[in-house]
Structure formats: C-alpha cells, structure tokens
C-alpha cells in the first residue's frame, strides 16, 4: 500500500479533488487567438500550488505554474490550424500526445474527428481535460499512461503540440514518432521553434501568430509553426 501524498490535502484529513478544485479555483475563458474554446485556466490567485504540492515539478523558491493550467504556443497554433482547416481530421481517428489541457484534442473534436484520445499522465491534467470537454460539448477519451514507451495507437494522426520543450522529452518521444510514422499514422507537430525542435524532420505548412506560455498580456505574438514531422533520411 502507497502511503497518501501530505500534497494531496488542502486540510488535515481532506484529499484534494481536481476537478472541485479546477471548477472554483481556475477561470473558464475562450483561448487567446481561439475565441472558439473555452478553457479553465489559471490566474494570479488561484492557488495552484494547493493542488500540485510540494511534491510536483516546482521550484519551491520561484514557483512555476503546471504546464496543464495553459495554452501553449504549440498547442495554440495546432488547434488553430485543424479549426482553420477542418479537412486535416474530419472522420479520422486522433490522438492529442501530451494533451495538458486538452486544447488540440478540443479543435479536432469541434473540426468533425471521428474519434478523440488525449493522452496524459498528470492526474489534474485528466481532471481540467473532463472539464474541458464539457464546457466545449464535445465527447474525448482520456489515456493517462505514458504512450512513448509501447506501440503506436489506432489512430490515423498524432497531433503533437510543444513535445519538444526540452531535450529529455524530445528525446523520449522522437522513437515513438518514428513509429507512429513506420505504421503508417500521420504526424502533425506544433511549436513556437523551440531548441529542441528537431527542424530536419519537419516540413512547415502553415505558421500563425499566437501567445506562448509566459508571454505577458500586451506583449506581441510571435509566429508559430505547424509542421508535417516527417521520416528520417537515410
């Protein structure tokens, strides 16, 4: 038996429920640069470290807000492309890697996808994704496991937005593309050009202007890319 996680309590003896938390703490608000999905999203006073603890990714002396309480830049400019051109996941299966908030899988569900799986491992991740799919009136099934270490899913396309933010997950997640890729699945990549964005595998289709993790209200949108990611030359 795992003993209780002391993060997991807002009072002695109450286990913090995500979805209770997200639903009072976090606003529901459409997406910058997509006013056609609405998202809970954080703010300066929602207390997020309340729910993640001490336990999560955070550096205690300059706390960081978890990466599903945002739109991303990658994920922004992905979700912006399928709602643009609804064609790319009209009747197919899909799959939203990394899904955080669960914005991407949100488009392609809106856009006429057949069928929608976000894939993520961070149990409030799942719980915003829920929520999320609701305030949308869309159906999506959740995959809370790492997908990056089995075989490719049943889908027709990947849509992979900001998996490349940094080189230990980039390097995690280019062989389960690689896969994805041999067993003949699609592959669309979303992202800002971060430094590990692995720009030889990827042809560039289309680019938007959209704001990224971070960026402070008023400051301009930089372009961001969608990207085929493409087999590796031989």
Same mark, same amino acid.
């Given at each position: ?9 807002? $009072? ?69 492309? *399928? ?15 990394? $899904?955080?908030?669960?914005?991407? $899988? ?7 996808? @057949? ?13 915003? *994704?829920?929520?999320?799919? @609701? ?24 849509? $992979? ?57 008023? *400051? ?15």
């Amino acid at each position: 038996m795992v003993a209780d996680d002391p993060a997991d309590f807002d $009072a002695p003896g109450r286990r913090l429920d995500p979805a209770e938390f997200i639903r009072t703490n976090l606003r529901l608000a459409p997406v910058r640069a997509l006013p056609e999905i609405q998202l809970y999203t954080a703010h300066p006073g929602s207390g997020l470290r309340r729910l993640v603890g001490s336990g999560d990714d955070l550096d205690e002396s300059e706390p960081q807000p978890p990466y599903w309480a945002y739109a991303w830049a990658g994920g922004a400019v992905l979700a912006r492309h *399928i709602l643009d051109h609804p064609e790319i996941v009209t009747g197919r299966r899909v799959l939203d890697l990394g $899904a955080g908030s669960g914005l991407v $899988a949100l488009a392609a569900a809106k856009a006429g996808a @057949a069928e929608v799986i976000a894939a993520e491992i961070d149990r409030n991740g799942v719980a915003a *994704i829920r929520l999320n799919a @609701a305030a949308n009136a869309v159906e999506i099934t959740i995959f809370d496991k790492d997908l990056t270490t089995g075989p490719p899913p049943a889908a027709d396309l990947v849509l $992979a937005g900001d998996v490349f933010y940094c080189r230990e997950v980039a390097l995690r997640v280019m062989p389960f593309l690689d896969r994805c890729l041999a067993s003949g699945i699609e592959v669309l990549v979303g992202d800002p050009r971060r430094n590990d964005l692995p720009l030889t595998r990827l042809r560039l289709i289309a680019e938007y202007e959209v704001p990224d993790f971070g960026d402070a209200k008023g *400051i301009a949108s930089r372009p961001s890319g969608v990207f085929w990611f493409k087999a590796e030359e031989r």
